[in-house]
Nanobody, 115 residues
Framework: QVQLVESGGGLVQPGGSLRLSCAASGSSFNIYTMAWYRQAPGKQRELVARIFSDFVTNYADSVKGRFTISRENAKNTMYLQMNSLKLEDTAVYYC?????????WGQGMQVTVSS
């Protein structure tokens, strides 16, 4: 079982920045595939960014050039640096981990971009 603890969400103005963190339990962190998803009101949950155990990353087109996903294996933590935030980035953001056939989700945290 993998426990995920998210932090860093909140309210920010358009053009601002936030950094989300996801701390994971377990001794196999270095082989987890990890990702951030988000779900805006009335919309389906969507993939924002993913990082593999070899540090390869991919991003949704809507966040390319603005968001950066990273991981720090020594701290069992994944990050999402979000810059140049837009109103449409408002959503609940979820941490997501894949380990073998097992999938784990964080509890989700609100990110609100508003003036």
């Amino acid at each position: 079982q993998v426990q995920l603890v998210e932090s860093g969400g909140g309210l920010v103005q358009p053009g601002g920045s936030l950094r989300l963190s996801c701390a994971a339990s377990g001794s196999s962190f270095n082989i987890y595939t990890m990702a951030w998803y988000r779900q805006a009101p009335g919309k389906q949950r969507e993939l924002v960014a993913r990082i593999f155990s070899d540090f390869v990353t991919n991003y949704a087109d809507s966040v390319k050039g603005r968001f950066t996903i990273s991981r720090e294996n020594a701290k069992n933590t994944m990050y999402l640096q979000m810059n140049s935030l837009k109103l449409e980035d408002t959503a609940v953001y979820y941490c997501h981990v894949v380990l073998g056939r097992a999938i784990y989700w964080g509890q989700g945290m609100q990110v609100t971009v508003s003036s």
